[in-house]
T-cell receptor
Framework: DAGVIQSPRHEVTEMGQEVTLRCKPI?????LFWYRQTMMRGLELLIY????????DSGMPEDRFSAKMPNASFSTLKIQPSEPRDSAVYFC?????????????FGSGTRLTVV | KQEVTQIPAALSVPEGENLVLNCSFT??????LQWFRQDPGKGLTSLLL?????REQTSGRLNASLDKSSGRSTLYIAASQPGDSATYLC???????????FGTGTRLLVSP
């Protein structure tokens, strides 16, 4: 298994532009999570999906952020318009159905810089 | 609300030392606890997963223990090596929700 795959690895964009981050979870994993990591706040959960349905988006900072999971093998996190304070590393993770017995597997992350 | 704290925030040791990293959490109602390693500029690598019913897990030179009632976990690293230098994160998964709550991390430096 190739693990959780995220793209792009690095993204540099100008303030006001739309940014789309992509994630392919491990096949067969029912849960998908988007986290953001910054020096100031550490790792924060933004949103998570169960069977492609958003379950908890309380961590999404503003309406500028949106996430979708159109099918079991693909999810996107979109920021529109982007701002410098959105600069962070964004991680995607997935987990199997049996929650108690399995942990998370993380992707390598997307380092976003908004200038 | 679950809060996870890691002590110390940073640790510097000479090669060969045995060391202990600490993790504490406020809500003992957890499914499991997971230790991760993160190298600078990289993603998170899972090291050990302890179920709520377990007391410890071992993998090579790593041993993680869990005392759910007191809200504590420790990661023991035996015979540390420079390659162990990284940030170590613990995270707990609560019973009432599916998200993983992360600690603040311990940045470890093992010098040759």
């Amino acid at each position: 298994d190739a693990g959780v795959i995220q793209s792009p690895r690095h993204e540099v964009t100008e303030m006001g532009q739309e940014v789309t981050l992509r994630c392919k979870p491990i096949s067969g994993h029912d849960y998908l999570f988007w986290y953001r990591q910054t020096m100031m706040r550490g790792l924060e959960l933004l949103i998570y999906f169960n069977n492609n349905v958003p379950i908890d988006d309380s961590g999404m900072p503003e309406d500028r952020f949106s996430a979708k999971m159109p099918n079991a093998s693909f999810s996107t996190l979109k920021i529109q318009p982007s701002e410098p304070r959105d600069s962070a590393v964004y991680f995607c993770a997935s987990s199997p159905r049996t929650l108690a017995n399995y942990g998370y597997t993380f992707g390598s992350g997307t380092r976003l810089t908004v200038v | 609300k679950q809060e996870v704290t890691q002590i110390p925030a940073a640790l510097s040791v000479p090669e060969g030392e045995n060391l202990v990293l600490n993790c504490s959490f406020t809500d003992s109602a957890i499914y499991n606890l997971q230790w991760f390693r993160q190298d600078p500029g990289k993603g998170l690598t899972s090291l050990l997963l302890i179920q709520s019913s377990q007391r410890e897990q071992t993998s090579g030179r790593l041993n993680a223990s869990l005392d759910k009632s007191s809200g504590r976990s420790t990661l023991y690293i035996a015979a540390s090596q420079p390659g162990d230098s990284a940030t170590y994160l613990c995270a707990v998964r609560g019973t009432g929700f599916q998200k993983l709550v992360f600690g603040t991390g311990t940045r470890l430096l093992v010098s040759p």
